[in-house]
């Protein structure tokens, strides 16, 4: 098996989409970045990837006919051993859980590999897919905030990120079960829709952060900005990442609304998958950690520029 068609396998540059999960959880939870949160991210990527090795063993009867470039179904790489890459995979990103966070790194990556088994090897093609990959990324999303800060309130801090995520990977997984056939056009107009809220509803400020914190020159007061009209680089960052998003995904789906051809929903599927990284900038930004949400927004591109020679779908 040559490194390329491992590559394929895994879709690997789609696993650029997954450290700003954690990143948004940590940042939510007051620490962006340190070792172990570094850790978890790499617990995460391995996960993901043996998601998608996972995927291609489950689904290479169909994939033969629907999709025979493929590395399993083009005979490139043997069904077998996809299957040993993920356990492979697997096993790797359980034990950089534990290596980062000793045990307690299991209350993220035991729960994720469980959703991520459970669908792609039953539960895909059922009316609780959707749902089900949701859940996963939801519990990337946390995984990060209780390895910045493993309590009930770093919890509750992260929740809101988290099921922001969940929402875009909810309509992302909704549209990629129309990627052969199409879609009827209600279902790109209904994924629009719920993204578009959770764009605006990440843009929100979050009272206590950077983002809501503007600093006020009191020394001219016929001049003087109020924290409600200054742009703050947090501001700055959101606001960016808060239209790239919409710009990706948005426009995407926007073109499936108009033509809802099977072309056109792999095009948004495709979007939507790299458009996640700028949902988690703004995620990110709005938590305070500008830095950290300028670094996934400069990603992005990159990641946009590897898919086209590696499909992330």
Excluded at 49 to 59: E, I, K, Q, S, V
Excluded at 61 to 81: F, H, L
Excluded at 85 to 112: E, K
């Amino acid at each position: 098996m040559r490194l390329g068609d491992l590559a394929q396998l895994v879709r690997a540059p789609a696993a650029l989409s997954v450290p700003g999960d954690v990143l948004a959880g940590a940042a939510a939870a007051g620490r962006p970045l340190n070792a172990r949160v570094l850790g978890t991210i790499g617990s995460s990527v391995c996960l993901y990837w043996a998601g998608m090795a996972l995927n291609d063993y489950a689904d290479a009867t169909v994939d033969s006919v629907e999709r025979p470039q493929r590395p399993v179904p083009s005979g490139r790489v043997p069904r077998r051993t996809a299957l040993a890459v993920a356990g492979g995979l697997t096993a790797a990103g359980l034990g950089l859980a534990v290596a980062a966070n000793g045990r307690r790194g299991l209350l993220g990556a035991l729960p994720l590999t469980g959703l991520i088994w459970a669908y792609d090897l039953g539960l895909k093609a059922t009316p609780a897919g959707p749902a089900t990959m949701a859940a996963a990324r939801t519990v990337d999303v946390l995984s990060g905030a209780l390895t910045a800060a493993p309590t009930a309130t770093a919890l509750r801090r992260g929740a809101a990120p988290a099921a922001l995520v969940g929402a875009h990977t909810y309509t992302l997984t909704a549209l990629s079960r129309h990627e052969i056939s199409g879609a009827p056009t209600r279902v790109p107009a209904a994924t629009l829709a719920v993204s578009t809220a959770t764009a605006l509803a990440a843009a929100l400020p979050v009272r206590g952060t950077a983002s809501t914190t503007a600093p006020v020159d009191f020394r001219t007061p016929a001049t003087a900005v109020t924290p409600a009209t200054a742009i703050t680089p947090a501001t700055a960052v959101t606001t960016t990442g808060t239209f790239a998003y919409l710009a990706t995904y948005g426009t995407a789906q926007a073109r499936a609304v108009r033509d809802p051809s099977a072309a056109n929903v792999r095009r948004a599927v495709g979007a939507g998958i790299l458009g996640l990284m700028p949902l988690q900038a703004t995620l990110t930004a709005r938590a305070g950690a500008r830095a950290v949400a300028a670094a996934l927004g400069v990603v992005h591109p990159l990641a946009r520029r590897l898919a086209r020679r590696i499909s992330p779908t």
